[in-house]
């Protein structure tokens, strides 16, 4: 996993139907945070979906409790995504019809620059770092 240094936003999630109040939370952090992209940049957006695949993921694949983390770097951030469960995250579904789910790993792998996933005792932890798209950060964010 990379090593990405800066504030750490945190949400424990137990439901599915958490899912939109923690998109809503991630795009607070990034509205407040000046020194990356806002939620409604490329960048931004990305994470958003990013953040909703692996923890939907964890939440129908793995077992409570379910904790989504995103790390604010310089360049870029961290998503950790982890659950109870510390087995393998299920195969990334390759040429399935999009109708029948199954997509988050192919689609994050898609979205990040890089992606993995470590286990840690009976945790499993699913990773993705998502870069910054030039042009995406605030003009006054090199000041901050």
Same mark, same amino acid.
């Given at each position: 996993?990379?090593?990405?240094?800066?504030?750490?936003?945190?949400?424990?999630?137990?439901?599915?139907?958490?899912?939109?109040?923690?998109?809503?939370?991630?795009?607070?952090?990034?509205?407040?945070?000046?020194?990356?992209?806002?939620?409604?940049?490329?960048?931004?957006?990305?994470?958003?979906?990013?953040?909703?695949?692996?923890?939907?993921?964890?939440?129908?694949?793995?077992?409570?409790?379910?904790?989504?983390?995103?790390?604010?770097?310089?360049?870029?951030?961290?998503?950790?995504? $982890?659950?109870?469960?510390?087995?393998?995250?299920?195969?990334?579904?390759?040429?399935?019809?999009?109708?029948?789910?199954?997509?988050?790993?192919?689609?994050?792998? $898609?979205?990040?620059?890089?992606?993995?996933?470590? $286990?840690?005792?009976?945790?499993?932890?699913?990773?993705?770092?998502?870069?910054? $798209?030039?042009?995406?950060?605030?003009?006054?964010?090199?000041?901050?």
């Amino acid at each position: 996993m990379p090593d990405v240094q800066g504030p750490v936003w945190r949400w424990d999630v137990t439901s599915v139907r958490e899912l939109a109040a923690l998109r809503a939370g991630v795009r607070d952090c990034l509205d407040v945070d000046r020194r990356g992209p806002a939620a409604h940049s490329p960048s931004g957006e990305r994470l958003l979906l990013a953040v909703e695949e692996l923890t939907s993921n964890a939440l129908r694949h793995g077992e409570l409790p379910v904790r989504t983390a995103v790390t604010a770097g310089d360049e870029g951030w961290l998503l950790s995504v $982890t659950d109870a469960a510390g087995d393998r995250p299920p195969a990334e579904a390759v040429d399935r019809d999009p109708a029948l789910g199954g997509l988050g790993l192919k689609l994050t792998a $898609t979205l990040a620059g890089t992606y993995g996933w470590v $286990t840690d005792g009976d945790r499993k932890h699913v990773w993705a770092y998502l870069p910054f $798209t030039p042009g995406d950060l605030p003009p006054d964010a090199a000041d901050d």
